[in-house]
């Protein structure tokens, strides 16, 4: 397991658009005990994917859930230019060809509960990878536990 420390700007630390993500956390609670998988998309770039995954995944972090949050924007991917990650080395696209581990690719944060797996290098196929059976294997193994 990498390790990754995020550090989080201003706007994410306001008290109100925290208690919003802990809404939106609440919410799908209540959608139902099986939901372990959350999509977060968008059609064009910049409507702020990458801000509502992260805050809604360290929401539920901070309520005591083991939280993966996983980079599948393999073509581009702004979440390690957006945190400050240490020495992080290995992604997503490592796990998906083969070349690692699913454990080697996940990092753990500096927020209890809180995992990141980053994309990592873009590859030529990534429509294929997400679409293929090793990253379904993947969220699975990720679903049972860490």
């Known amino acids: 397991m990498q ?3 995020l550090h989080f700007s ?3 630390n306001n008290y109100q658009i925290k208690e919003a993500y802990k809404t939106l956390r609440s919410n799908v609670e209540f959608s139902g ?3 372990r998988v959350i999509s977060v998309t968008s059609c064009t770039p ?6 509502v995954a992260m805050a809604l995944a360290r929401a539920f972090a901070e309520a005591g859930k083991k939280t993966v949050l996983v980079d599948a924007d ?5 979440l390690v230019g957006r945190y400050r990650t240490g020495s992080v ?3 997503l696209t490592h796990c998906l060809v083969g070349r690692e581990r699913l454990s080697s690719v996940i ?3 500096d927020t209890p509960n809180l995992y990141v797996v980053f994309a990592g290098p873009v590859p030529p196929n990534p429509s294929e990878l997400l679409g293929g059976r090793i990253f379904g ?10």
Do not use: D, H, W
């Open 3 to 5: 390790s990754a420390k």
């Open 10 to 12: 201003q706007s994410e």
């Open 33 to 35: 005990q099986n939901v």
């Open 46 to 51: 910049g409507e702020g994917k990458t801000t």
């Open 74 to 78: 393999m073509r581009k991917s702004v």
């Open 89 to 91: 080395r290995l992604g």
């Open 107 to 109: 990092c753990e944060t």
């Open 137 to 146: 294997k993947a969220l699975e193994n990720m679903k049972t536990g860490i």
